[in-house]
């Protein structure tokens, strides 16, 4: 019997929190006349019961183990090829096996269940006393359907473990800011939120159009489920990549103007398609982390194509001025003992509300952006993070439909 203290006990808790496995055993039994059904954890040395359907008295519950080496699930995770048997005495291939005889049964039928990356986790199977008609499209097709939809269920379940890590981790990384702190609230509350309603509804509906034997239902709720889950694995990849954006990694003397030549090279097919303007002036020498200050532009100048205005010829301007030493003072409450910079990226676009120019920082941000309909995104959060790295601020500026502006601040080389 499997312990809490057993590494393998949380894969059996984690069968047990799919709402659908029972149902899922159950139909089994129901409609093949089969009269025990498991979901089995089984590694190279261990097969455990992890949720049952026991119908004749075999024996085992949630937990309980095999001798790995009597099963035939072992040589599925060898092979990786299901195993189905009508009749035990009619099989030339396990009519002298010793398992069957093991444990006294003529039929069985076992499929591997395979996670998205690949790893074996065990199977789905069943045995019955008796022989039985297993060999035919419908059974199969159930089989295949529940065992894909268990390690759907096995790699969300693992995704939003995966995710309660990543959310701890990423509070205390913005412990130190309350402006983070309260996006952090936002996004736990609000914006993870659609995503995990919409898994939990379509999987309560999953459960009843399998309980109600409606295969085509159960494949069309299982994309919704599949497109809900790649929603918010993208929306925690998001938030661990804004979360790597720290100022622990090494400064060096970055030339501003090489690293907008390079952004401008990649977002090149762009700005031919837009045929966009761009005019860049003299830009200065920070003291920064490059990859950063390559981001932090990428963002910007794409953020200025996307929302490049269709009613004149599209222009941005890229533009850079010595701070005058009163400024600084007035702008930043410590100011570094060195020479600022005001970096300024203008684009003639949509542009932005009054009352909208900080929610363009927020993460996730979802704002109205005229005829482009809504953005949403984390673009300009990555902007204002690695700029507060570097010790300066980051601002918009707009007239709506007549474009925006984003002030940079930032240390100069000094």
Not at 227 to 249: E, N, R, V, Y
Request: charged fraction near 25%; aromatic fraction near 8%.
């Amino acid at each position: 019997m499997v312990q809490q203290d057993d590494f393998l006990f949380a894969d059996i808790e984690r069968v047990n929190q799919i709402p659908i496995v029972k149902t899922m055993l159950e139909v089994i039994c129901r409609s093949t006349g089969m009269g025990f059904a498991a979901v089995a954890r089984v590694t190279e040395d261990r097969w455990i019961a992890c949720s049952v359907q026991d119908e004749i008295g075999f024996g085992l519950t949630p937990g309980d183990e095999l001798e790995i080496g009597t099963t035939i699930c072992n040589e599925i995770r060898a092979s990786g090829e299901a195993v189905v048997i009508d009749h035990v005495d009619e099989s030339e291939s396990y009519c002298g096996h010793p398992t069957p005889r093991m444990y006294g049964f003529k039929s069985y039928i076992s499929l591997p269940i395979r996670l998205k990356s690949g790893e074996f986790f065990g199977t789905l199977c069943a045995i019955d006393p008796k022989p039985n008609q297993l060999q035919n499209p419908r059974v199969m097709g159930m089989f295949h359907l529940f065992a894909e939809l268990l390690a759907f269920h096995l790699d969300n379940i693992r995704l939003m473990e995966r995710t309660h890590t990543a959310m701890q981790d990423l509070a205390a990384q913005l412990v130190a800011s309350n402006d983070e702190n309260r996006q952090y609230r936002h996004i736990s509350s609000h914006n993870l939120q659609e995503p995990l309603r919409k898994l939990r509804v379509f999987s309560d509906m999953l459960v009843n159009a399998t309980d109600r034997n409606e295969a085509e239902k159960a494949k069309e709720f299982a994309v919704k489920i599949r497109t809900s889950a790649q929603q918010f694995s993208m929306m925690i990849k998001d938030l661990s990549d804004f979360s790597g954006l720290t100022s622990k990694s090494s400064f060096a003397d970055v030339r501003l103007d090489r690293v907008v030549a390079d952004v401008m090279a990649q977002l090149s097919p762009q700005i031919e398609h837009r045929s966009i303007e761009i005019e860049t002036l003299r830009l200065p020498t920070v003291m920064a982390v490059p990859e950063q200050m390559e981001q932090l532009f990428y963002q910007l100048l794409h953020n200025a194509v996307k929302f490049a205005g269709h009613d004149e010829p599209p222009r941005i301007r890229i533009s850079s001025r010595e701070m005058a030493l009163h400024e600084i003072e007035d702008l930043l409450r410590e100011p570094l003992q060195m020479a600022y910079a005001e970096i300024r990226v203008e684009d003639n676009g949509v542009g932005i509300e009054d009352s909208q120019l900080e929610k363009v920082f927020d993460i996730f941000a979802r704002l109205p952006t005229g005829a482009f309909g809504q953005g949403e995104g984390v673009g300009l959060a990555y902007c204002r993070k690695i700029v507060r790295n570097h010790k300066g601020i980051i601002k918009a500026e707009a007239n709506p439909g007549k474009g925006t502006t984003f002030v940079i601040t930032l240390p100069l080389f000094n």
